[in-house]
């Protein structure tokens, strides 16, 4: 790949000892001759990312997920440096900057393209998320109910606490707390996860790119709460059915080589 030029950091100063690491990959950027722009806004300003070869977010997944809609439109690959709990996007470490960023600058680098969802409401245009989309109960201690349709056939109704619509990207999120597969981050899918159903028989299911999904509201005493990599999805209590599918707009994410999703999950996930 070509070696980096231009980069914004983006320091999510919430976080303790963010904004140093900032501040010594922004030298650290400097020595090798690149231009580097540092933010610790949080969400980071509008634009921030206009004309920049690449991002490095300081911070966790939640830092990185704020930046999606930036990093989209100005197709932007993105790097995540660890700052936060669990994280499976933000891969790079503070130890290790000073022999894991260097390469990156002089172009040892590789962008994965991560599948991402589409979805909108019955009146809405159509939105994006990275990790998922939940729809839940609006009613603390009360079942939810929910039909899935693909085109004119149902799936399932679902009596149960939510359903989780999952990328590849979000099976080791949410999904995979309520019981979902986890799916590799190449994979072109939906993974559809039911929360704490009322069936002993209601399993997740895949659905592979091409197919819309319909979700639709069952009498629900509350309109239910719906949200998009954990941001409310809607403005408003939206208008049911929703569509789901794969999108066709990617997220770009800047890996080092040589990068193991398996060896990263063995360790996340404690795997031996």
């Known amino acids: 790949?070509?070696?980096?030029?231009?980069?914004?950091?983006?320091?999510?100063?919430?976080?303790?000892?963010?904004?140093?690491?900032?501040?010594?990959?922004?030298?650290?950027?400097?020595?090798?001759?690149?231009?580097?722009?540092?933010?610790?806004?949080?969400?980071?300003?509008?634009?921030?990312?206009?004309?920049?070869?690449?991002?490095?977010?300081?911070?966790?997944?939640?830092?990185?997920?704020?930046?999606?809609?930036?990093?989209?439109?100005?197709?932007?690959?993105?790097?995540?440096?660890?700052?936060?709990?669990?994280?499976?996007?933000?891969?790079?470490?503070?130890k290790d900057m000073n022999e894991q960023i260097p390469p990156l600058f002089r172009g040892e680098y590789e962008i994965r393209r991560r599948s991402m969802l589409s979805f909108k409401d019955r009146e809405g245009s159509s939105k994006i998320a990275l990790n998922?989309?939940?729809?839940?109960?609006?009613?603390?201690?009360?079942?939810?109910?929910?039909?899935?349709?693909?085109?004119?056939?149902?799936?399932?109704?679902?009596?149960?606490?939510?359903?989780?619509?999952?990328?590849?990207?979000?099976?080791?999120?949410y999904n995979l707390a309520a019981g979902g597969p986890i799916a590799h981050p190449d994979a072109q899918v939906v993974l559809m996860t039911p929360i704490s159903a009322h069936s002993l028989t209601s399993r997740p299911v895949v659905f592979p790119s091409g197919i819309s999904l319909q979700v639709k509201c069952l009498n629900n005493p509350d309109s239910p709460l719906v949200s998009a990599d954990g941001q409310a999805a809607f403005l408003k209590d939206p208008v049911f059915p929703l569509e789901v599918s794969v999108s066709k707009t990617t997220f770009p994410l800047l890996e080092g080589l040589g990068h193991s999703h398996f060896r990263l999950l063995r360790h996340k996930l404690k795997w031996g």
């Open 1 to 94: 790949m070509k070696p980096l030029k231009r980069i914004a950091i983006v320091s999510n100063a919430t976080k303790s000892g963010a904004p140093r690491v900032g501040e010594e990959l922004k030298a650290m950027a400097e020595s090798m001759g690149l231009e580097a722009i540092l933010s610790t806004e949080f969400p980071a300003p509008s634009g921030l990312l206009e004309n920049m070869d690449a991002c490095f977010v300081i911070g966790g997944d939640g830092t990185l997920l704020n930046l999606m809609e930036e990093a989209v439109a100005n197709d932007v690959p993105v790097a995540g440096i660890r700052h936060g709990q669990l994280g499976f996007l933000a891969t790079f470490s503070p």
């Open 132 to 173: 998922d989309l939940v729809v839940k109960s609006g009613s603390n201690g009360r079942l939810a109910r929910f039909s899935v349709m693909v085109g004119d056939e149902p799936v399932a109704d679902y009596a149960c606490d939510g359903i989780v619509f999952a990328t590849p990207t979000g099976s080791t999120a």
